[in-house]
């Protein structure tokens, strides 16, 4: 916004006193892109570009019959368009409990450090992309996962890929940990105030893709790696040592290699009974359970339209349903028809997506002209990295909304890559590539102009064959 309108005030209204910069930025190709993302105080923004000033607090309250936003400092500001970018709030699986513990932001991540310092066993409930890289990068600590599922990781990956996956879980040692690339920004003086551990209302920034990195994330015990996996189960209560002790039940001992369970001496301070009738004790619990959408402060009094996730409903020009009020990245949710394969997912790559197209819709209104869907949306692409291997999903990656009627190609070389398609009549929908397979933009070519391949069948996926080169 502030390029497009240099003579324009614009402002950015934030709860937390620093700012999100991508850095580092790599076009892979048509639409893979591969960033870092760093905190940097607001004034290297405010120094680039003059037009932006940064006004740090929160939002009280939006009314947008009156195009006014009141920040919690008492103030209120009137707007020609407001983008709503407030993001996600991790969806905790009970709140005020001093024992669970959300991920999301750089604070809370510090504090799962601290208190993992002293931690002898945790359990970590959830499934998806923040749950994986935990359980990974922990050592010395017994970890007990609770997840939803039959396998894991399946916001990005089916069965097969979770099977390629589970040996790094279990192997001893770790490759070091690169140090940390990103800086942190703090106010000064919150460092010392420290911040109390359930404290999940004051809203930090989330976390860049690689947040793990530099973070020592190391327990009490000597060995690497302990990780039990309970699966298709979800915690039905939790329980505080005193009550747990009245409930005169059996918590059980971290299963051994023969799956031995054993009722547990200790005393733990907090205990995680699961569905599946289980009850283990541990020192605190991680809630890794995805995210909602932060729209709390905008709703009231205004009638927005909103998704069946909780987000607000934004059309093919980020619009909501309210006037001048555009949204973007995980409060909101795609209401347009989408192209066949792409999928919303509240991730870093889509957030910079939606933003930037935003401002361009924005502009676009603001001067009349007429703008084209942008390119990024024609097809899901991203790339990330689980148990150091470099991960890329395209498209319906898991055949999602196709039902029964497609096909699924595989290629696995055990510990080096694996190699999924997804396919549907002919035509590949989908893929996933674990490791370095070199396919990525191959297969994204071939997801974009849907050629008929049943000529190639099972090659498609043959080592012998470079498909690179066939189809260049």
Known sequence: ?????????????????????????????????????????????????????????????????????????????????????????????????????????????????????????????????????????????????????????????????????????????????????????????????????GASDQLGSALGPDWHEGLHLKGTKEFSHKVHIEILCEVKKIHLQQEFIQLQRTSLTFPNREKNVEPDEVLWPVYVELTNGKIYGCNFIVSATGVVPNVEPFLDGNNFAVGEDGGLKVDKHMHTSLPDVYAAGDICTAAWEPSPVWHQMRLWTQARQMGWYAAKCMAADALGESIDMDFSFELFAHITKFFNYKVVVL??????????????????????????????????????????????????????????????????????????????
């Not at 069948?457 to 498909?467: K, S």
């Open 395 to 472: 498209g319906k990656y898991n055949a999602q909304g196709l039902g029964s009627d497609h096909e699924l190609m595989l290629r696995c070389t055990k510990g080096h890559e694996y190699v999924k398609v997804v396919m549907q009549n002919g035509r590949m929908m989908g893929a996933v590539l674990i490791g370095e397979t070199d396919l990525e933009e191959t297969f994204e070519n071939l997801i974009l102009n849907q050629m008929d391949l049943s000529a190639y069948g099972e090659d498609l996926l043959n080592p012998d064959i470079d498909i690179e080169d066939y189809f260049d």
């Open 1 to 197: 916004l502030a390029a497009e309108f240099p003579s324009e005030d614009i402002f950015l209204i934030t709860a937390s006193p620093v700012i999100k910069a991508v850095t580092n930025f790599k076009q892979v190709s048509k639409t893979l892109e591969e960033f870092d993302v760093e905190e940097q105080p607001s004034s290297l923004l405010e120094k680039r570009y003059p037009n932006i000033r940064v006004i740090q607090s929160g939002v009280k309250e939006l009314k947008s019959g009156e195009h006014k936003i009141y920040t919690e400092d008492g103030k209120e500001y009137i707007y020609e368009k407001l983008c709503l970018c407030a993001g996600a709030k991790p969806k905790l699986i009970v709140e005020g409990n001093q024992y669970v513990l959300g991920i999301r932001d750089t604070d809370s991540a510090q504090a799962f450090q601290k208190n993992l310092a002293q931690a002898e066993r945790i359990v970590v409930v959830g499934n998806g992309g923040i749950a994986l890289e935990l359980v990974y990068e922990i050592q010395g600590c017994e970890v007990i996962w609770a997840i939803k599922d039959k396998a894991i990781g399946n916001t990005f990956f089916d069965a097969g890929a979770a099977e390629f996956l589970i040996p790094k879980l279990t192997a001893e040692s770790q490759e070091t940990p690169i140090e940390c690339k990103r800086t942190k920004y703090t106010v000064e003086g919150s460092e010392e105030k420290g911040r109390p551990t």
